[in-house]
């Protein structure tokens, strides 16, 4: 029997911003133990409690501890910031069906859900980020063959909860293969298709944190199907046993 998610302490919280100062190897390794307790703990219990509730309301998609949990550590390879330590904690929840890339920094082959831990900066998420050029192209096909269907993955809960979509690394003008005036133009220049909402320090440190991410991420759900569909990514009414 699992044990039950208690809520993120303010220890955790704690913990992140004295990192956020002390951001050396000498200080996190004697502040280890603090992280394995009051973060990585409760976040391996929260990943758990999210795949059993996907069980009910989604089972396509999955949370495992060992894939779901992003590394603590920075990859500085091709950074100037070679602080080696991010200060925040996270997971990301994928398709049954797609790869799995937390542990090298990619979020797998389509579309999910993420939970980041921060400090007055906690939120929820979901969609694809940066797709490589193959799904981006198969997303804009979609997109462009049936522009209705894709609007109506965002409810009206949906676009209250989360607004419009990011428009991080917009294009300025049409990809290439599409005219103007097309009726899905509006979308056919995002090359990310995400949202996100954000969550107060009180909330994850409360133990119906899950309730609130359960009702988030069904709020997602269409979205996130939509886009897995394009990718070839099916829904499921029920788990395999």
Do not use: C
Request: aromatic residues 12%; charged residues 30%; positive net charge.
């Amino acid at each position: 029997m699992t044990d039950e998610f208690p809520g993120f302490s303010r220890a955790a919280l704690s913990f992140l911003r004295q990192l956020k100062r002390n951001n050396r190897r000498e200080w996190f390794q004697a502040n280890r133990e603090t992280y394995d307790h009051e973060i990585l703990a409760p976040l391996r219990l929260l990943v758990e409690e999210l795949d059993v509730r996907f069980g009910h309301f989604a089972p396509e998609m999955a949370g495992d501890p060992k894939r779901s949990i992003f590394r603590i550590h920075r990859d500085v390879r091709f950074s100037k910031d070679k602080s080696p330590y991010k200060t925040h904690a996270a997971a990301w929840f994928s398709h049954r069906n797609a790869g799995h890339g937390v542990g090298s920094e990619t979020h797998g082959g389509g579309a999910g859900f993420y939970f980041h831990l921060e400090p007055k900066g906690s939120m929820v998420a979901g969609g694809i980020w940066m797709p490589p050029r193959p799904s981006l192209n198969r997303i804009r096909e979609s997109i462009a063959a049936k522009p209705g269907d894709f609007e109506k993955s965002m409810s009206a809960s949906f676009k209250r909860r989360f607004g419009a979509l990011s428009e991080e690394a917009m294009l300025t003008r049409l990809p290439r293969g599409f005219a103007p005036g097309h009726p899905a133009e509006r979308w056919l220049r995002y090359q990310s298709f995400t949202v996100h909402a954000m969550l107060s320090d009180t909330e994850v440190e409360g133990r119906r944190l899950p309730d609130r991410i359960e009702r988030d991420f069904t709020t997602m759900l269409p979205f996130v199907r939509w886009l897995n569909r394009a990718l070839g990514y099916r829904e499921s009414e029920r788990r395999d046993a």
